[in-house]
């Protein structure tokens, strides 16, 4: 058997044993940079992916819902569209059917016979539509409180020229159709005089 040889390193040439390890070192960071790196990306890739797979999702679900939706509104203008529901909702606007046609021709002369359209009486207002104002009602009643605060602003205005000579300012009326708050409604303070 032979024995081994062992090898002594030259006097000027002497080699460090961890030389070669410390020239790797670069080399295994970079690598594991490299590494580090693509698992990065890959996960915000990943990530990506997903957010873009419940973006569509949703976005399907809101298709649905609106294609539902469409559907639904397409049943209601036909139902709308019947000629029975039409003429149900012209007799309910007043509308009455129209008899033969009467043309007009551009030299000024008339075909056919005219008439006036009738038809049965409008229903008559139901108790809870009566005990209502109308909207006519509201703005005469609207009308005539801004008539009576006029007055009252001419004659404080009157009064106050009469008594100091100094006219007061006539109330702010409301618009038509609203009501005047209680403190609008009052009449503006009477001023003493000094004797």
Do not use: C, H, Y
């Amino acid at each position: 058997m032979r024995r081994p040889r062992i090898a002594f390193p030259r006097e000027g040439g002497a080699r460090l044993l961890g030389g070669s390890s410390a020239a790797r070192t670069p080399f295994v960071l970079l690598v594991v940079v490299l590494l580090g790196a693509g698992l990065l990306a890959l996960l915000l890739l990943n990530a990506a992916v997903n957010q873009g797979s419940f973006r569509v999702g949703n976005l399907k679900k809101e298709t649905t819902r609106l294609t539902d939706e469409e559907q639904r509104l397409r049943q209601d203008v036909e139902e709308q569209s019947a000629p029975d529901a039409l003429e149900e909702r012209a007799r309910e606007l007043g509308m009455v059917p129209g008899g033969p046609p009467v043309f007009l021709s551009p030299l000024g002369g008339v075909r056919g016979e005219p008439w006036t359209a009738t038809g049965p009486p409008p229903p008559a207002p139901s108790p809870a539509d009566a005990a209502k104002p109308s909207r006519d009602e509201r703005d005469a009643d609207a009308k005539a409180r801004a008539a009576e605060k006029a007055e009252e602003a001419e004659e404080a205005e009157a009064a106050g020229a009469g008594e100091g000579g100094r006219a007061a300012e006539p109330p702010a009326s409301p618009a038509p159709g609203t009501s005047a708050s209680p403190s609008a409604a009052a009449p503006p303070p009477a001023t003493e005089e000094a004797p």
